[in-house]
């Protein structure tokens, strides 16, 4: 019988750090979103002291994750880090295999299609500012949960090996906070004001986009493994598909524990 077991990797115990993290954030978020509501207060209060050290801190907390993106670090994973020089790790192929750009759109696509909605609900006054601050969090409580358990871009769209060799992996901050490109500006009753926070999670989101768009657009093969040598399985430290791979094997188990018991209901009403 094999009693190995695979242990937890640094960056995985950061990701479930970071999975609790931005859970809270959530939680707080939302029982301030309701404190708001019950004293029908407007979210984005910016003369409110409670608004500037809530929603700022939040920004910061984003804001502060992005920055490690942008420079090479060993506590973020090879799927983000690989688009710096110093982990590509030619293998002596010269054309890299990459993903499809048709998965790429459909990806891009249907994100934009989902927050349409979002915007169009926000701009009937059906949701307001603070439901889309929400949705931003809850979108990066989700982005930890693609990564650690289930991830349908992978699955669905982008069919990569895993998190390491993902086209898209740096697009996660630009998707979390597309819910507030409709808040950067709006429009009150002395004026259009300007969101400083919005504007601020917005713009370093697309401008780590921008970095990792044009670096893939140069340096193609450090984002492919048959090129870079650095995201093969076999140089992986991190083991990141080993949880949605024990997942996997729980849902597959609690299935054939279902249907045993069925089978057994079935043989003893006949």
Known sequence: MDTKRIRISIISKLNFIRLFYRGTLLLGLLVYYILFRVFNIPF?????PITLIVVGFITLSFIGEMIERFIPTNSSSMGSQKQHARNYRPSGEEKPVLQSWKATFIVAL???GLNAIFGTLYFLNIIDQGILMLISLTYSVCDMICIL???PFQTWMMHNRCCTTCRIYNWDFAMM???LIFIMVSKGENGYIVNPFAISLVAAALCLLIKWEVVFRLHPERFSDATNLSIRCENCKEKLCSHKKQLQRLLKKSRELIK????IKDKENT
């Open 149 to 151: 358990y289930f991830c």
């Open 44 to 48: 984005f209060d910016f003369s409110n």
């Open 110 to 112: 249907s994100w934009i």
């Open 177 to 179: 906070f597309t819910p």
């Open 260 to 263: 045993q018991k069925l089978n």
